[in-house]
């Protein structure tokens, strides 16, 4: 048997075949194009053409793609073969520099906020040297950025990119004034959890809702769900350890470092967790990573839920974003040391992640906005939407004792006694772990844990990149003019930590004290929904931080306020229409037919004997009945609620209508449509129930 690290990153056009396949000279230039920004040669993008043909047409390709990642959420590809006819009749497979770095995809059809009209449909897609080309299929996929005819951003790596060089230059900045020339740059990095469902394929395909809108819009709780806590970290079951080794085997192929796997705390929930990358390379990672989940369960009988919510009443899936920031020499900044309180560098670092996290918490909350996020945030499962730091006990107090200029002491290290003689005795942490915090220190990295199963990871690592790099720009430029380095560098530190300290919290952000105490004495944001968020991003603070680093222009801030709050709407206006389908197709003939059985069945008992009273039958029919007419009376509103939000023409608008009309319309169909599932005989009722879902994967 093929061992992992034999066929590890097989697939991947890496380091380690592009030292095999290109001359010393060529590989050196590029190289340097992807560690410090050099300016590509032609001849070398010919030379790294042909090689990337070769290696791939040996590996079963006979096709290429620009694999790139549009405004809609997902990646996009377009695919030529190699082929080029030669003279006597055949064909010969050809590959060059120019089709490698460019290509022409119809800018027009993918979503631009106007930014593209449908008559201007040139835009180009560009190579990203800075990771690695892959083969998916038959087919040699090579990661680009997207932009419009005039340049502007059409797709989410090319702000990521541009936010990774602001932080990189700001970085450099503050690595120089500690006297450190060595380092040629800062990479943020970048390890994202992956959370998801699985359930049967065929269950699957009987329900409209999770087809149409990944998530059920219907669904009374089962008479046991995740109460016992027992399927956290439990038993793999056999059909779903099948599903994540050949996901492994499949993930490992393409480079992707997928780690560790287990059961997550809801039935039916698990998650995937990857060592950390370079956050570009991240990103493309997790797109393909759940790309290819979602096509491998399908070999396995099964369909991988990436929905935020896919049911009600249970935990909903995240993804978890593990942020650092570490030098080309692989030096963590985000790394206290074994004293952090002496640790000047690190204390610098780690106020300007806190300065940036409070001065744009609404940047960080605009980043993981969606329709499926806001059923998420705040529930049990998720942190709530104020975004809130959490940096643990050893921190806060060395950050206290430096505000209040009192000499901070040490706290030793306990050691666990566990009082077996046989187990092992190790150090405890310093710090405990809070999972209700939105955004956590976890030892030499923070944990934004508010992004959604199915986000791009791209749209927060933008804004956290974004926002510390203007504190850092902030602080160089403090520090730069400085007569007395140490001594404006403590009073940096100092003045930052009072100014910021309202955003750091170590308690329960699921209390509803703490929601109080946020909003009311501490002027934390508390965006609860994605229309509430969202128009904040042409605040103009907003507009001009990302404008100065070179992150966005306005115009391409304002293309994505209008895609964004668009989609929003269009994912609720399609859910409505959904659960309109399925409540006059479905669940009223449902409950009609089985008032009408039981109807029938109290006329046969007294047909046999007049002086049987049918109560159960009688009362549960007309329970039933009531509750038709007030499901019937419920669809219709909806359908007119949805005309009504269709109706504005402004997206702004429209997102308001779905937030306070739509969704609260669906709610109010729902609740008797549940009700009525607990009523309708089990052979009636028109699709599996969340029982049937959250348990049939054995």
């Known amino acids: 048997m093929e061992t992992v690290s034999a066929y590890f990153g097989s697939l991947v056009f890496d380091d380690r075949v592009m030292k095999a396949n290109l001359s010393a000279k060529v590989y050196n230039s590029l190289k340097k194009t992807i560690d410090e920004g050099a300016e590509l040669d032609i001849t070398v993008a010919n030379a790294v053409a042909d090689a990337m043909k070769e290696w791939a047409v040996a590996n079963g390709a006979t096709h290429y793609t620009h694999w790139f990642q549009p405004l809609t959420g997902v990646t996009a590809e377009k695919h030529d073969s190699f082929i080029s006819p030669s003279p006597d009749g055949g064909v010969i497979m050809e590959f060059s520099g120019k089709e490698l770095i460019k290509g022409e995809p119809d800018a027009s059809s993918f979503p631009s906020g106007g930014l593209r009209a449908t008559f201007e449909a040139r835009g180009y897609t560009a190579w990203d040297p800075t990771s690695y080309a892959f083969i998916k299929g038959k087919t040699l996929c090579i990661p680009t950025a997207f932009c419009a005819y005039g340049g502007e ?111 997550e705390v809801a039935p039916a929930q698990h998650e995937l967790a990857p060592i950390f990358s370079t956050t570009n390379i991240a990103t493309d990672h997790n797109q393909l ?8 369960a399908l070999k396995h009988g099964l369909v991988c839920l990436l929905h935020e919510k896919p049911f009600a009443g249970v935990n909903g899936s995240g993804k978890h974003n593990n942020w650092s920031m570490a ?41 993981v906005a969606t329709a499926g996020n806001d059923h998420r945030l705040g529930a049990n499962e998720a942190p709530p939407a104020i975004i809130s730091i959490f940096l643990g006990e050893e921190l806060t107090a060395i950050l206290d ?132 968020c969202l128009p904040h991003l042409m605040d103009e603070k907003n507009v001009r931080m990302l404008t100065s680093h070179k992150v966005f222009t306005e115009t391409e801030m304002k293309s994505r306020l209008d895609i964004t709050l668009e989609n929003y709407a269009k994912t609720v206006i399609i859910e409505a229409n959904t659960m309109t389908d399925m409540a006059k197709k479905q669940i009223l003939p449902a409950v009609t037919e089985y008032a009408a059985s039981l109807a029938s ?15 159960y039958e009688t009362k549960l029919v007309t329970k039933l009945s009531l509750l038709a007419d007030t499901i019937a009376d419920k669809t219709a509103a909806l359908e007119e609620a949805v005309v009504s939000v269709r109706a504005q023409n402004d997206v702004i608008a429209q997102a308001e209508a779905v937030r306070d009309t739509l ?35 054995r």
């Open 401 to 532: 004792a430096i505000e209040n200029d009192r000499p901070y002491d040490a706290v030793e290290k306990t050691v666990m006694k566990l009082g077996v003689d046989v187990l092992p005795k190790f150090s405890r942490d310093t710090t405990d772990r809070n999972r209700t915090s939105p955004f956590a220190f976890t030892g030499n990295k923070f944990e934004f844990r508010s992004l959604g199963s199915s986000n791009s990871i791209s749209c927060a690592n933008i804004m956290l990149n974004a926002a510390v790099a203007e504190s850092l720009r902030q602080f160089a430029d403090i520090l730069e003019g400085a007569d007395d380095f140490n001594a404006a560098l403590h009073t940096l530190i100092k003045e930052t930590i009072h100014e910021h300290k309202n955003i750091l919290f170590n308690g329960n952000g699921y209390d509803d004290a703490w929601v109080k105490e946020a909003t009311e004495v501490r002027g934390l944001l508390n965006y609860r929904t994605t229309a509430d």
């Open 289 to 296: 990573t759940m790309e290819i989940m979602q096509k491998v």
């Open 153 to 263: 951003a059409l797709d989410k790596k090319t702000p990521l990119l541009r936010s990774m060089e602001a932080l990189n230059k700001q970085a450099l900045r503050i690595l120089r004034l500690f006297g450190n020339t060595d380092v040629k740059c800062v990479r943020t990095s970048v390890g994202p959890e992956q959370e998801y469902f699985l359930v049967d394929r065929e269950m699957y395909e009987a329900r409209r809702d999770l087809r149409f809108t990944g998530r059920t819009l219907f669904g009374a709780t089962p008479p046991t769900g995740q109460e016992m806590d027992d399927h956290y970290f439990g038993v793999i079951k056999p059909r779903v350890a099948a599903y994540m080794e050949e996901l492994n085997e499949e993930l490992w192929k393409l480079g992707i470092l997928a780690k560790t796997e287990h059961n």
């Open 327 to 367: 030098t080309d020499a692989g030096a963590n900044l985000l790394s206290p040391g074994d004293t952090p309180h002496e640790n000047a560098q690190f204390l610098l670092f780690l106020v300007a992640v806190i300065k940036a996290v409070d001065d744009y918490q609404d940047l960080l909350r605009i980043s």
């Open 663 to 697: 969704l609260p319309t669906m709610a109010a169909l729902r609740a008797p449509a549940d009700e009525a599932e607990n009523l309708v005989a089990e052979e009636y009722w028109p699709y599996p129930t969340y029982g049937d879902l959250l348990f049939g994967v």
């Open 601 to 615: 069945a109290a006329d046969a008992k007294k047909s046999l004997n007049p002086d049987i009273v049918c109560g």
